[in-house]
Structures are given as structure tokens and as C-alpha cells.
């Protein structure tokens, strides 16, 4: 004991706090630790107040008062309004379990949360962390008095069992995720106290804190884990025999296939109601196909400035729809209280022309996304090494960028809304870069044609396309699924551009699964996907790093340079994943962004992805009596998690 | 008569083994398998999932087998009465379609009723009366039932509804008798919504069944044999009745086959813009996911209800027509 004391002792010595957790003023929408909350503000909460449902319970016996339910040291949130009243039924469509992260982008917590722009990390399960000068140790502790939803407490107990009963346990995870084992080795875990464990890496990795804050689409399945229940089925702790018989009771071949499938997958907790969470609504048993029911967390550990705890609505139903159709009409006719997801800014003049009728209004985010319909041109093309020769050519990329019109496309598509640019960084994210905006994004075919004169692609004598170096017509395959009605229109635009400077282009409509099964292959010669998740480049760097416009390299750089196609050395794309591997070491932030920079200068000039028209609105649909949405946030995916960002345990009905 | 029933069933059984086969290979054949589909959907609406994690689920899953294996596994499972294992909906297979069963006999049933009754009906009327002002608007009533798609017929509907009355008629029940078990007002809500579905999938079947009589029945009626009876004075509703409407069923009858298993599945487009939780949607979602234990299954069920409504109508065929006995 004295000797782990002396531990924690001499660590909290050597120990910088060089992230900038926690905020210095008071920010509507953005959370807070009690303490830091009372500092700040110079006031002092000191009476509790729950939802009368709650109050009701605890009076029969039910439930322990709030006082006991809350941890020593909530978060406290503060409203974008106002203080809210309790009580309501929130209504959304879904399409089903495969649509999970709909309710998940509400309701999932993680160690840590993003600000609302993306721009800082929050406390949110974690009270507090703190990071070794070297960026190789981090010291975490969970918020003392912290409940599951069952009311059990959360402890290192629980860190304890994850590291070594899930994350070490061969049959849960086969193969540990990379963002747990930087270089190729998997950190290693002390426990301190009853709330607190440290986490050592071999090589400094200071980009972790946006893994604990649930980059890369994880569901904060990590270090928390609900130990008393999990152990209800596990092996080490029940014996072999016992586990398999209540897997096989439960219709399950083998132990782990059922406590992965009821405990440890993002959409566990949509399929178990009795999984504990620390979310702020959590599956109900009134749940079925047509419905999914999510009911407040008696446990739930945020409160407002006055004390009072949340969410403040009581539950929220999951209406299943077939199909977008069905979810606008359920939108325009009064049904869906608050929803963005399954919205996009082509079905706004149906919502905006029925706003009166069904009772509500519609308020815009920012879609952080760089463009819409974004050309992949595809670096790892090798079926045809002519063409893939030419794709891999700056000036040939260069050449279509120039050669199309952005502003016809912007006012013909998208009726002028978002803006006209390259595939860039949007504004108002940490990386904007005015420069790549712009980048070949003027509408210039004379230039575009000079380009490609000068990679020596001559027309035919008719003068009606280009000719390959091998004197065969050059033509080009443009693949891209259709999620939205936008896409086609663009394509068909785009098609018609090139076909100007000469360059033939076949479009080629495909279902999703087999552009993924193309893509990962290596076998398409230009995709078309959305170039998103713009807020945090750093710790998601799948689009820059060409996980769709370099499928095999991304692939080899994943899996710890063992398979793919590692780039060419000299090249560009190789000088790309140089800069990579040291930023991902740099453990300070301000050299971080200077390697940053060298990254977007090497987008600048090479224009792996040719973007038409990005930062598009995202249209929101709020019922006239819901209140504390704000307007004219960011709206991503995955630090933000939208929704997430517009904080909706403070949403509220007024009466 | 049994023996030819005998027959009829053991022939249905190997067809049945066959599309079984036929029908698990076809939904293998895309590439892919449940988990790219669920990773390409996971990468539209913004998510991304560890690639490691992809391979582990594929194992849990048994989808790294060769896929006779596959097979064998499901085709045991069904003739213990276990059809598998959801991937999308993380569910038995099983409670799926029987959550969902009820309600697509439902909407059948009422739908070939109303198909039937009116069709009859109408085609009778107008082969008596032919060329009447009846006969007319039956003859443009028919034609706009066969020539409207029926879920244009259904997106109309809702929307002439909703714009008129600003209700949302889609789905079985308004979101406020959600959970809330059926009472008289829940049931009232219910047919309020029902008259759609059955309307619109009732209206096509009626169109082709007027078509069908009405020919049939006027090529009958001025056969000889019926006039012959008619000069021997027999009356003329007996001699309508017990002949040339006998036989201009046959046809009426060799069809019924085919609308069991075309109400289950020709529904699909319907039930998929009217929001009704039948079966069709879910085999819609099914093979675009290549879930292929759900999907399997319901192919499986159509087939089934194709052999058995065949199967009832060759026995109907061969009780009406005594020709086809001695065959």
C-alpha cells in the first residue's frame, strides 16, 4: 500500500498536464466538472433535484436518493436556453438495428467528450487526466461515486477486467484494435486506487486522448466496462462449463460469440436491456421491431447549473421506417420531435413548405464536410497500368480539377446552397487552409487542356478525344454509388466538363457493397465519396491518408505495414505517410501543426481528391415545443458525433 | 384422386429442395458477404469500424466457410425448425417472421377477398351485359387497376390523404396506440389504415380478374352447347350457373396458384411505401444486406406458398374439371 502511495506520489511529480482539459470560462452547451464549475462561476450547488417519475421512486423505496445516485463530482452542463423542465417523449425514425449509431450518437459517453466544435477535449467518465512530459504514461481517474445504470458502482475493478478478461482474452478480441497497440504493442495497465489506473505505452502516443474521446466510430466499449454483469457469463469467472451451457441456453455456439454479441458490441445495449450503461437513456423492456424505447438513467451523471440532474426527457421512441420517404413524411406530418439523421439539404423545400402544418421549424447546421461528391482518384490502380499511370500523374489531377465548373454545379444541383470549392477543410475547424479552398478550383479548361497537352495526351485527327501514350482513345471509369439524388446530377455535369478537354468518361452507378469490395481491392479508377469528417483530421486521418483514394497503401499503413502497397519511395505520396509517422509521435501540439500544414501542402499540390461542393447545410427538424437546439453548430462525425454536440440531455419540451 | 395428390406432393418436396439450394447459391453470388454490406452502410452514414474487428465478427459469424457448409448448417437448422440467425437484426430468424406473418395474411387475405368478391362480380356483369355503359366503365375501371403501378397507387393515396386531412395514414396504427395493447379505438385506428394497403393491392388483382372472366365467359356463352340448352327450354340463370361460368373458371382457378405467393412478395414495393410491417420489406432489406439466413428463409417461404397454392390448384382444377382426373 505505502508502496503503491509512493507510486502514485512520484508520478504526480514527474506528471504535466499538457492537455488542455477542461474550459476557462463558462460556454453554453459545453461541460464542466462540478468543482471547476463552482470555481468558475464562484457558486455553490448544493441541492439536488431529480424527475418526478425518479422522486416518486425514491420515495416508494425504489431507488437510493439522488444524493446517492449522483457521483461526488458530477458534470454539470450548461443549457443553451435556459433550464429545462422534465418530462416528454422525443420522437425519431429509424431503419432498424442496422441504423444503431442513430441512437448511439445521442447516448454513447467515453472517457473523454469533444467541446461542441471539436476544437478541445472535456472530462466526461474521467474526472481528470494527466500525461507524462514524454507522452508515453497517462494517469486516469473515474469520477468517485460514478453508478452504473443498475446502481452498481464504477471502479478499476472494472478497468481491470476489461484490460484482462476482454482486451487480453484471445477469444473477445482476436486481435486487439490499433489504436490500443501503437507500433505493434499493446499498453500496459497499473492501478493506482479504487478510481485511479495509469496507462503505459512503449513509444510515445500522444494522439490517445481522441481515442478515449471514441474516435475511429467505437462506442466507449473501452476500459469501463461493466464487470459485475459481464462476469455473470465469463469463464474466469463461472467455469467453462457453466459459461457454454448459458450460451447454449441463449441460442449461441460458444461463450464469447454470446458476451460479445449481449455485452461487448456498439449495438449490445440495443439488444440487452439489461446491459448497465452510463448513458443517459438506456434500453427499455417495452422495446420491439416497430419500436426501439430508450428510458432515463436514474444513474445518469449529469446535472444542470441548478442542480437539477438529467436528462430532462423522460424517454425516447425509435419509430421504424422502410425507407427516407417514409421518414419525410413522418417529418412533415408533425411526427418526429428532433431529427437530423436521414435529412439532407435535398429534401429542405418539402420541410420548409410544410413547416406550419406539421409544427415545427427547421434549424441549419454545418456539415463538416469538405464536398459532397468528392473524385477519388484512385494512386494503387494497376489493372490497367496506362491508365493508372495517368491517374497517379499531379498534372493530370491537376486538369480535372481546372476543367470543371464549380459554380454551375453549386447553382444547378444544389441551388446555391453551401459553397463552391476544392475537397479542402471546411471553415471553422482547427486545419482550415483558405489556400486549398481554392486550389486548381477555378473553372479554367484552357489551362486544364495545356496541362494535359504537356503530359503529352494528344487528341485524335477529329480532334474529338485524347489519345493514351499507347494511342488508344482515353477513356476513364468513374464508379460511385447513389446515396443521394445530388450525386447523379453532379456526375452527369462533371462527365459532360470532361468530355471537353478530351477526356472520355463512362459513369458507372454500383451498389455500395460491391464499391466497398472494388475499393478495397484496388480496382477502381476514380470513386466518388463524400469527403467528411473534416473537424478532426488528426485523430481520423482515413481521408487524407487515402483510405478511398489510396485504398491499399491506407491498408497497409493500418495494418502496421504488413499488407498493401506501401507507396513508392521519393514520391509524394510516400513523403505523405513520412510526415504522418512523425506527427503521430509529436507529442507537442504546436509542432503537430506545423507537420499538419506540410500534409494540406502536399493535398494543395497534388489534388488526390477533386471536390465540387462542400460545407453543405444540414437541416434539422425541431418540433416548435422542443427547446435548448441550438443553431448553426458544426455538424460531424466522430469527434463531434452530432447530435452529441448539440447536447441533447438538455433538449426539453415546453409544455 | 390420392394417388395424383401423392404424386403432387412428393414432386413438391424435391422442387422445394431444389429452390433451396438455388436460392441460397443466388444470394451468395454478389460479392461480399453481410459484414462489407454492413461496413458500406456503416461508411454512408459516417462510421467506420477496425478492420480486425470485421475479420473476428466474420469467424463469430461462420461466414469464413465455404459456403456448401453454410448450407448443410441452415438446412439442418430449418428441419429442426431453426431457420438461423439475423445478422441485421441480431435476432433469431424465426421470431422475425412470425412478428411479421400476422399481418401479411392479414393484409392478403382481405386483399384476395376484396380482389375476388368484386372481380367476380364485375366480370360476370359485364359478360352478361357486354358493350353496356356497365361493361364500359367496368372495361376503364379494369384497365386503370392494371395499368397504375400499385405503389404510385399507394403514394397518391397518402399523399391526397395527408394534404386533405393532414394525417399520416402510412404504417398499421398512428405512434399514439404504440405498446398500447388493442382496445376498440386501437382497432378502429387500425382499419383506418388498413383500407389502403387492401385497396391498392385489392384493385390490381380485381383488374385482371374482370379481364379474365369477361373473355372467358363470352367466349362460353354463344358456344352451342349453351344454346342447345337454352332452346330445350332450360332456364336461363340454371343453365348460366352450372356451365359456361363452370368452365369459364378453369383458368379463374389455375391462377389461384400463383396469388398466394405474388400477395407475399408482388407486395413488397407496396408495403415498402406504405410503412407496413409485412414480409416484404424484410426480404427487400435482407438480400440488399445479404443477410443471408433471413433472406434464405423467406425464399424460402415464398416457394413454399408457390407449391402449396399450385398444389391447391390442381386439386380445385381437378374437381371442377373431371377431365384433368383421367389425365
Known amino acids: ?655 | 384422386m390420392i394417388i395424383y395428390i401423392i404424386r403432387r406432393l412428393i414432386n413438391a418436396l424435391i422442387t422445394l429442395f431444389v429452390i433451396s439450394v438455388i436460392s441460397f447459391a443466388i444470394i451468395q453470388l454478389p460479392p461480399g458477404d453481410f459484414l462489407t454490406s454492413y461496413i458500406a452502410q456503416l461508411r454512408v452514414s459516417g462510421e467506420d469500424i477496425d478492420l480486425a474487428t470485421v475479420e473476428a465478427l466474420r469467424k463469430q459469424y461462420g461466414l469464413d466457410k465455404p459456403i456448401y457448409i453454410q448450407y448443410l448448417k441452415w438446412i439442418w437448422g430449418i428441419l429442426h425448425g431453426d431457420f438461423g440467425y439475423s445478422f441485421s437484426w441480431k435476432k433469431p430468424v424465426n421470431e422475425l417472421l412470425w412478428n411479421r406473418l400476422g399481418i401479411t395474411v392479414l393484409v392478403a387475405v382481405l386483399s384476395l377477398i376484396f380482389s375476388w368478391c368484386f372481380g367476380f362480380i364485375i366480370g360476370m356483369y359485364s359478360a352478361v351485359h357486354p358493350y353496356s355503359i356497365g361493361d364500359y366503365l367496368a372495361t376503364v375501371l379494369g384497365y386503370i387497376g392494371l395499368a397504375v403501378p400499385n405503389f404510385l397507387l399507394a403514394l397518391v393515396l397518402l399523399w391526397g390523404i395527408y394534404t386533405l386531412t393532414e394525417e399520416n395514414l402510412s404504417g398499421l396504427y398512428s405512434i399514439k396506440y404504440l405498446n398500447i395493447p388493442m382496445n376498440f379505438e386501437k382497432f378502429l385506428d387500425i382499419l383506418k389504415h388498413l383500407w389502403i394497403p387492401v385497396l391498392v393491392l385489392g384493385t390490381s388483382g380485381m383488374a385482371g380478374l374482370i379481364r379474365t372472366l369477361r373473355a372467358n365467359l363470352l367466349d362460353e356463352l354463344h358456344k352451342p352447347y349453351v344454346e342447345a340448352a337454352l332452346s330445350k327450354g332450360l332456364p336461363e340463370n340454371k343453365v348460366f350457373w352450372k356451365y359456361p361460368l363452370r368452365i369459364a373458371m378453369i383458368p379463374f382457378i389455375s391462377t389461384v396458384g400463383w396469388s398466394l405467393p405474388w400477395i407475399f412478395s408482388g407486395a413488397t414495393i407496396t408495403a415498402i411505401v406504405l410503412n407496413l410491417p409485412s414480409v416484404g420489406p424484410l426480404l427487400l432489406n435482407a438480400l440488399k444486406n445479404q443477410d443471408m439466413y433471413l433472406a434464405g428463409s423467406l425464399v424460402m417461404f415464398l416457394s413454399f406458398f408457390t407449391v402449396i397454392g399450385t398444389l391447391i390448384s390442381d386439386i380445385l382444377l381437378a374437381w371442377v374439371d373431371p377431365r384433368i382426373r383421367f389425365e
Open chain 1, 1 to 655: 500500500m505505502l508502496r503503491k502511495f509512493l507510486w502514485g506520489f512520484i508520478i504526480a511529480i514527474f506528471v504535466v498536464q499538457i492537455l488542455a482539459i477542461g474550459l476557462n470560462e463558462i460556454v453554453p452547451g459545453e461541460y464542466y466538472n462540478l468543482t471547476d464549475y463552482e470555481r468558475l462561476t464562484g457558486k455553490k450547488i448544493t441541492k439536488f433535484n431529480e424527475a418526478p417519475m425518479l422522486k416518486e421512486m425514491v420515495e416508494k423505496g425504489l431507488l437510493p436518493p439522488i444524493e446517492e445516485r449522483l457521483p461526488r463530482n458530477p458534470v454539470v452542463v450548461v443549457p443553451y436556453e435556459d433550464v429545462g423542465k422534465y418530462g416528454g417523449t422525443w420522437n425519431r425514425a429509424w431503419y432498424g438495428l442496422s441504423d444503431e449509431w442513430n441512437a448511439g450518437r445521442i447516448c454513447y459517453e467515453f472517457m473523454l467528450i469533444s467541446d461542441k466544435a471539436g476544437k478541445e477535449l472535456l472530462p466526461d467518465i474521467l474526472e481528470s487526466l494527466q500525461v507524462s512530459e514524454d507522452g508515453r504514461e497517462y494517469v486516469m481517474k473515474i469520477r468517485e461515486g460514478l453508478k452504473w445504470s443498475d446502481g452498481e458502482p464504477v471502479t478499476a475493478e472494472d478497468v481491470r477486467f476489461w484490460y484482462y478478461d476482454v482486451l487480453l482474452n484471445k477469444e473477445l478480441t482476436p486481435s486487439v484494435p490499433s489504436v490500443f497497440q501503437p507500433g505493434g504493442e499493446v499498453f500496459s495497465l497499473e492501478i493506482i486506487d479504487d478510481y485511479t489506473f495509469k496507462v503505459i505505452f512503449k513509444e510515445p502516443y500522444p494522439l490517445f486522448p481522441f481515442a478515449l474521446a471514441g474516435d475511429g466510430g467505437r462506442a466507449g466499449l473501452e476500459f469501463v466496462v461493466p464487470s459485475h454483469y459481464i462476469k455473470k457469463f465469463h469463464p474466469k469467472y463461472v467455469g467453462l462449463e457453466r459459461a457454454n451451457e448459458i450460451a447454449k441456453n441463449n441460442g449461441y455456439n460458444t461463450w464469447y460469440q454470446f458476451v460479445k454479441d449481449k455485452c461487448l458490441q456498439s449495438n449490445s445495449w440495443l439488444v440487452n436491456p439489461d446491459l448497465p450503461v452510463l448513458f443517459p437513456w438506456k434500453l427499455s423492456k417495452d422495446s420491439s421491431e416497430r419500436a426501439l424505447i430508450l428510458e432515463r438513467n436514474p444513474f445518469y451523471f449529469k446535472i444542470d447549473p441548478e442542480g437539477n440532474q438529467l436528462p430532462y426527457i423522460d424517454r425516447i421512441v425509435f419509430h421504424y421506417v422502410e425507407n427516407q420517404q417514409m421518414l419525410l413524411m413522418k417529418a412533415i406530418s408533425g411526427e418526429i420531435d428532433m431529427q437530423g439523421r436521414h435529412l439532407t439539404i435535398a429534401d429542405y423545400s418539402i420541410l420548409a413548405s410544410n413547416r406550419e402544418k406539421g409544427g415545427y421549424k427547421i434549424i441549419l447546421a454545418r456539415q463538416a464536410v469538405g464536398s459532397a461528391d468528392t473524385l477519388m482518384i484512385n494512386q494503387n490502380y494497376t489493372d490497367d497500368p496506362v491508365i493508372g499511370e495517368i491517374l497517379r500523374e499531379p498534372k493530370f489531377r491537376q486538369a480535372l480539377s481546372l476543367a470543371v465548373n464549380r459554380e454551375e454545379i453549386w447553382q444547378l444541383v444544389y441551388q446555391g446552397l453551401g459553397e463552391p470549392r476544392q475537397a479542402s477543410f471546411v471553415k471553422g475547424v482547427k486545419y482550415y487552409d483558405p489556400e486549398w479552398e481554392k486550389a486548381f478550383a477555378e473553372y479554367n479548361p484552357d489551362k486544364a487542356n495545356e496541362l494535359l497537352d504537356e503530359m503529352g495526351l494528344k487528341w485524335d485527327p477529329s480532334h474529338s478525344y485524347r489519345l493514351r501514350p499507347d494511342g488508344k482513345k482515353l477513356e476513364i471509369v468513374i464508379e460511385y454509388t447513389t446515396p443521394t439524388q445530388t450525386r447523379e446530377k453532379t456526375m452527369e455535369m462533371v462527365k459532360s466538363y470532361l468530355e471537353k478537354v478530351g477526356i472520355s468518361v463512362v459513369l458507372k452507378p454500383i451498389d455500395r457493397s460491391l464499391y466497398v469490395t472494388r475499393l478495397e481491392a484496388g480496382q477502381l479508377q476514380i470513386g466518388v465519396w463524400e469527403f467528411d469528417r473534416n473537424v478532426d483530421p488528426v485523430g481520423d486521418p482515413a481521408h487524407i491518408l487515402g483510405s478511398q483514394w489510396a485504398p491499399l497503401t491506407w491498408q497497409w499503413y493500418n495494418t502496421g505495414k504488413k499488407t498493401g502497397m506501401p507507396p513508392k519511395e521519393g514520391t509524394d505520396l510516400w513523403k505523405l505517410f513520412e510526415i504522418w509517422d512523425q506527427l503521430v509521435k509529436e507529442v507537442d501540439s504546436k509542432k503537430r501543426d506545423e507537420l499538419m500544414k506540410e500534409v494540406i501542402n502536399l493535398h494543395k499540390k497534388n489534388i488526390w481528391m477533386v471536390g465540387f461542393v462542400g460545407a453543405l447545410p444540414q437541416p434539422i427538424v425541431v418540433k416548435n415545443n422542443m427547446k435548448n437546439v441550438p443553431q448553426g453548430l458544426l455538424w460531424d462525425f466522430p469527434l463531434i458525433r452530432s447530435p452529441k454536440n448539440l447536447r441533447p440531455e438538455q433538449f426539453y419540451f415546453e409544455k
